[in-house]
């Protein structure tokens, strides 16, 4: 039988978490930044039985440590509770996003209730000093040590459970503050905010006409943006508790704007052409509107290739398309406006997080390659004020991850820092962490991982000025 493709070549996981200086490099690293670039991803520790997807695999976090013209590696799996209790069991308790979820263990005491094992291996953002990491199907969030990938532990924001909240929390970069959501099998989803200590300070229910699959929100000095898109559960097969996503698109895609501190009850929905959402890449207010740029997929739910035998449907699922977009909600009359930027298929966006939630021009996109599998095989700068676009090519057969931007230190222009990358080098088997510069990406710096690391999902930067500790 055919391996999975997300189980081998550059997805392969591995076995062991290991920590080392970087010595084998190619250019000059900057003395100019200082702090830690992370990535998370799946690795599963067991094999579970059955059908396996990408999106299974435990939470691994790869890191570098960048400081005075040095680099470190570390990797760490996240120690959520299914982890911990697997590793206890020395094998798979829980079977796959492809698998019926019954017999799955049920959550012991203090434990959310998830349907399938919480692995925590979706996002990682920085908040109060610390990590903090989550999971696209809303799980807890985790708190990890930036220096050491140690897992601290849930976050509870003051309560004796794990706070609840998906991928793609929003932290305020002037008062810290961290805005989160989760979604559920109910007609709703719920929207918050911690302070930045971690302690609660705001939690509403905005109701949403069935139960739907957000996975980003966005923010702006007033105003907190979710989303109600039309592509969620066929109802048929929820009622039967399978996973089955459908593109229902004669419905508009919907975009929610409450006041940060607002209830459910204030949203005011603006309607924009059907289409589904991954990753915003910031919003803003202007002249009583707001403006939001993302990534925009206009085929959401692309056809099953028969060819692809029993992983097609996670093949095609995963075959990710989308444009750079920009939608503008006039908040005067309620109308929304919204153009295609760019026509090239890119995705997992970042920017200077300094600018989140404020006028912003630059974002650094991968872009994605006519694959079998998902790939990044350049970065994308774009200049949303132009549309224009720069491109860097990790070269043939080398395939990237979503890149984290670094402030070089004591400058503020948008752009004057460094990005960083791990690259897999499919040739070699081996993996590459790429320093590049913002402003023109050019690459300063290639330094060997002496381990692969897996392709996986998003990415953080750490300042050092911010470690606790
Ligand atoms: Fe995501």
Redesign the pocket.
Known sequence: MEQNPYLTGAYAPVTEEIGAELTDIEGEVPTDVAGVYVRNGPNPRFRAEGRKHWFDGDGMLHAVTVEGGTLSYRNRWIRTAGFRREDEAGSALWRGLMEPTTGNPPPMPGELVTPYKDTGN??VIAHGGHLLTSW?VSGAGHRVDARTLETTGPERAGSEKPLRLT??SKVDPETGELFYFDYGPKPALTYGVLGRDGSPRHRTTVALPGPRLP??MALTERFAIVMDLPVFHRPEALAKKKWIVGYHQELPARFGVLPRYGEGSEVRWFEAETCYV??VVNAWEEDDAIVMVGCRCSDPIPEVDPADGADARMLANLRLSARLHRWRFDLTTGETTEEALDDLNTEFPTMDLRRLGRRSRYSYHQRIPKARTLLFDGVVKYDSDTGARRVLEYGPGRYGSEVAFAPREGASGEDEGYLFSFVDDRAADRSELWVIRADDLEVVAKARVPQRVPLG??AAWMPASELVG
């Open positions: 979706t996002d696209y991928a793609h996975h980003d991954y990753h999902f998003h």
